[in-house]
């Protein structure tokens, strides 16, 4: 056949949406610009997030978006959740950060690991009220996160939990916690199981809070274990297959994490376009300078670039397909990509990129 005749196909571009989807990004859109920005930089500063936010997060249907409507979530799928993510951490990683861990690990974690019974005791509890943590980490074991050293001893009918927790994002906002404890040590890795712990519950406690150098209205907290006793019914998963359960839920938060770091630079891109189109130096916009227009083009491209990663990995895992190494890039890239856009947006900004305002 000549080349010619062949039917040539427009193809669609990956970071193209349907109707139902940019429906939803302008609402979670508008949202930010409305309700998110005018209370950031207070957030930020007192290094707490507004609780009223958080029940608006839920009003919105924000912190179910995957589960299915018969528990009272919004039924969507997990791009919904991305879209979401990146949308609010253009105006606020840390309110990105508290949609990306509900969506992306808890929920995701009893979307696939629940029995019946805990579906339907904390679905509709994600859905409409309760904010959820992953503990994973300690103060030993991060990277090596299997070096864990909580230890799950079973008493009776109960577990019995004594340890502590390091790291745990929303970890002050949280009435479930999805914490991860070895029932046998000798075992290593195939000793780890999940936990599904209520704040409420006897000999657990929140302890201190991180005062970090960013995202500092996202709670990040150390977690207490002093003789914690929850019902062997509390288990998530098979005793024993907590370690699959950390991997296969974290896979997925890669893409989230890549999700907030495109939000992060986009947002930093805004500003700084817009900063670069007022600021008049040498009796001109110091965007009509090459140098800035290099620049700029070299932060357009890299955020196209991270975008086409990150949506690339969600659609593929809503596709059920093999997505690990693809979510694995998009959060490196991702994260690399929100560092050099946030630094250049700081040089474009001069002697005010280095004040807080
Ligand atoms: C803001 C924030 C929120 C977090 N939220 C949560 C949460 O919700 N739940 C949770 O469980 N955890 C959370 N974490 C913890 C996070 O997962 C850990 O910080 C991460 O796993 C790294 O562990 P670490 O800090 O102990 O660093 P380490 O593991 O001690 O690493 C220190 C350095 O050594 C490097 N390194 C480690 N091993 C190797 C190696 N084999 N080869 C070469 N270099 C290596 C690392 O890259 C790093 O540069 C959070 C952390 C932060 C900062």
Not at 71 to 99: H, M, P, Q
Not at 162 to 169: A, D, Q, V
Not at 173 to 197: R, S, W
Request: charged share 25%; aromatic share 8%.
């Amino acid at each position: 056949m000549h080349p010619t005749t062949l039917e040539v196909r427009a193809p669609v571009p990956l970071t193209r949406l349907s109707e139902d989807e940019i429906l939803f990004r302008d609402n979670v859109r508008q949202f930010a610009e409305d309700q998110v920005r005018p209370l950031v930089k207070e957030m930020d500063e007192k290094g707490v997030f507004e609780k009223d936010l958080i029940r608006q997060f839920f009003r919105l249907g924000l912190m179910g978006i995957e589960i299915p409507e018969q528990y009272g979530g919004g039924g969507g799928k997990f791009f919904e959740a991305i879209l979401a993510v990146e949308e609010l951490s253009r105006v606020d990683a840390s309110a990105g950060v508290v949609v990306d861990v509900q969506n992306t690990l808890v929920n995701n974690a009893l979307l696939r690991w629940a029995n019946e019974e805990q579906r339907k005791r904390y679905l509709p509890r994600m859905a409409t009220e309760t904010c959820g943590a992953y503990a994973l980490s300690e103060a030993g074991s991060g990277s090596d996160a299997f070096a864990l050293q909580s230890r799950a001893v079973l008493k009776g009918g109960d577990y019995v939990l004594n340890g502590r927790k390091l790291w745990i994002t929303n970890g002050k906002e949280a009435g479930l916690f999805v914490l991860f404890a070895t029932v046998d040590p000798a075992a290593g890795y195939k000793g780890i199981t999940a936990f599904l712990i209520e704040k409420q519950c006897p000999g657990f406690t929140v302890g201190k809070k991180e005062d970090k150098l960013g995202i500092r209205a996202s709670s990040t907290c150390e977690l207490i274990l002093e003789d914690c006793r929850v019902p062997k019914s509390n288990v998530l998963g098979e005793v024993g297959k907590g370690y699959k359960i950390a991997i296969e839920t974290l896979n997925e938060g890669r893409i989230g994490i890549g999700a907030q770091m495109l939000g992060v630079a986009r947002g930093a891109w805004e500003c700084a376009v817009r900063y670069a189109q007022e600021r008049k130096q040498f009796g001109k916009p110091i965007a009509d300078f090459q140098g800035i227009q290099f620049q700029i083009a070299q932060m357009t491209t890299e955020i196209e670039a991270a975008r086409l990663m990150v949506y690339n990995a969600a659609r593929m895992k809503d596709a059920g397909m093999p997505f690990v190494k693809e979510a694995a890039m998009a959060k490196l890239f991702c994260s690399q990509v929100a560092e050099r856009v946030t630094s250049l947006a700081i040089e474009i900004y001069g002697g005010s990129g280095f004040t807080k305002d």
